[in-house]
């Protein structure tokens, strides 16, 4: 028998941290992530808004001296890569200067993958998901187009594999019109420009993605939190709360947006039925884009280091049963959204050594 390996720890990172001249057109100039944070406020009593920096500061992702923070950061505390959002939209790319000096430069010397969010771009950080900036389209042109600008970056030797395959996440693997055709050609793309085998993943961020990876020719699902189809019933929907709503002794973030209990929401996780195929845990430390939605923002309440830890611990165990050589963390630095591992300042490094700690103890502890 063989002792099964801890599994690796991977941050989903958001590259929104620096001005680029789309964001200048759509939002004003100068716009960036930390536009809304520190606009953001409190929709009820004993709410945390707005989530403000601590050890970082309201940094500049095209500062190089700022990524290296933070994988240091990241690398102290448990975490062994970075997954970045990849916006690739028939060839041009977004928010894409973090990422292409982290590959230019070779630093930080800190393990990543790529997550293409192959989402319209939509004016969803003020709350306007109907109106289309930047529309994502596809052909078998665009196909080849972009796994060879990918190919580029599967080289670099800190790129993420598993057993010797370079990884690769599909935000909305279900809108892609032939998924087979695609990772067909993706792959047979590889193996002739002289990479290999590919691993590549659907990521299930919502209903509509929970076939199973390999009727659309993937390898493993990656487990989205929050899981929104599983976070069970909002606070304050009752006929109650309704009643009181009309006279307005009920905050209109409870009516206008979801407010959930974060217990809640990681006890349903944790109970969460098992699948006939490879899907890799996620877990998030809190969920809150006031920041972006104001009163019609979806809320966790009462998130804490604690529950969190405890989430993780279960997931890497549970990784670690399975064989699964990775658990993925939402996120690293979505502070629109309120879930963020960086250092704030209402909970300082309080997170990153939750993270630590949980990570830790699974090394120790051996499993057969």
């Known amino acids: 028998?063989?002792?099964?390996?801890?599994?690796?720890?991977?941050?989903?990172?958001?590259p929104q941290y620096h001005p680029i001249p789309e964001n200048d057109r759509w939002w004003?100039?100068?716009?960036?992530?930390?536009?809304?944070?520190?606009?953001?406020?409190?929709?009820?009593?004993?709410?945390?808004?707005?989530?403000?920096?601590?050890d970082l500061g309201f940094y500049d992702l095209r500062v190089p001296e700022v990524r290296e923070a933070q994988a240091d950061l990241a690398r102290a505390h448990g975490i062994h890569g970075f997954c970045y959002y990849h916006y690739w939209f028939n060839g041009k790319r977004l928010l894409n200067r973090p990422f292409d000096e982290v590959l230019a430069s070779g630093r930080p010397d800190l393990p990543f993958c790529l997550c293409w969010a192959n989402e319209n771009w939509t004016r969803r950080w003020d709350g306007h998901e109907e109106d289309v900036l930047m529309e994502q389209?596809?052909?078998?042109?665009?196909d080849l187009?972009?796994?060879?600008?990918?190919?580029?970056?599967?080289?670099?030797?800190?790129?993420?594999?598993?057993?010797?395959?370079?990884?690769?996440?599909?935000?909305?693997?279900?809108?892609?019109?032939?998924?087979?055709?695609?990772?067909?050609?993706?792959?047979?793309?590889?193996?002739?420009?002289?990479?290999?085998e590919l691993f590549l993943c659907r990521v299930e961020s919502g209903g509509g993605e929970r076939a199973r990876p390999r009727e659309a020719g993937f390898d493993a699902a990656?487990?989205?939190?929050?899981?929104?189809?599983?976070?069970?019933?909002?606070?304050?929907?009752?006929?109650?709360?309704?009643?009181?709503?009309r006279f307005g002794l009920v905050p209109r973030v409870f009516r206008e947006g979801c407010v959930h209990d974060y217990a809640t929401v990681v006890r349903l996780a944790r109970l969460k039925r098992g699948v006939d195929y490879?899907?890799?845990?996620?877990?998030?430390?809190?969920?809150?884009?006031?920041?972006?939605?104001?009163?019609?923002?979806?809320v966790f309440r009462?998130?804490?280091?604690?529950?969190?830890?405890?989430?993780?611990?279960?997931?890497?165990s549970e990784a670690r049963k399975e064989h699964h050589p990775f658990v993925f963390v939402n996120?690293?630095?979505?502070?629109?959204?309120?879930?963020?591992?960086?250092?704030?300042?209402?909970?300082?490094?309080?997170?990153?050594?939750?993270?630590?700690?949980?990570?830790?103890?699974?090394?120790?502890?051996?499993?057969?």
């Not at 716009?31 to 953001?40: I, S």
């Not at 009752?238 to 009643?243: D, F, K, P, Q």
């Open 222 to 245: 990656v487990e989205f939190q929050p899981d929104w189809p599983n976070l069970g019933q909002p606070l304050r929907r009752g006929w109650a709360s309704r009643l009181l709503g």
């Open 145 to 196: 187009n972009h796994i060879r600008w990918l190919l580029r970056a599967f080289r670099d030797p800190r790129y993420l594999r598993h057993a010797g395959r370079p990884v690769f996440l599909i935000y909305r693997a279900a809108r892609l019109p032939d998924p087979r055709r695609t990772t067909e050609l993706w792959r047979e793309e590889a193996r002739r420009q002289g990479v290999g």
């Open 331 to 368: 996120a690293w630095n979505e502070w629109g959204e309120g879930n963020h591992l960086e250092p704030d300042l209402r909970f300082g490094r309080a997170y990153l050594e939750a993270t630590r700690r949980a990570m830790a103890e699974t090394a120790r502890n051996k499993v057969v």
């Open 28 to 54: 004003g100039r100068g716009f960036t992530e930390w536009t809304g944070v520190a606009q953001a406020g409190p929709q009820f009593k004993g709410h945390y808004q707005p989530h403000l920096p601590a």
């Open 1 to 14: 028998m063989s002792i099964a390996e801890a599994p690796r720890l991977i941050a989903f990172y958001l």
């Open 137 to 142: 389209t596809y052909s078998a042109e665009d």
């Open 302 to 316: 009462n998130a804490t280091p604690a529950l969190y830890e405890a989430w993780l611990r279960r997931a890497v």
């Open 278 to 298: 490879t899907r890799f845990r996620c877990v998030t430390p809190s969920w809150d884009n006031t920041a972006r939605r104001g009163t019609a923002a979806r």
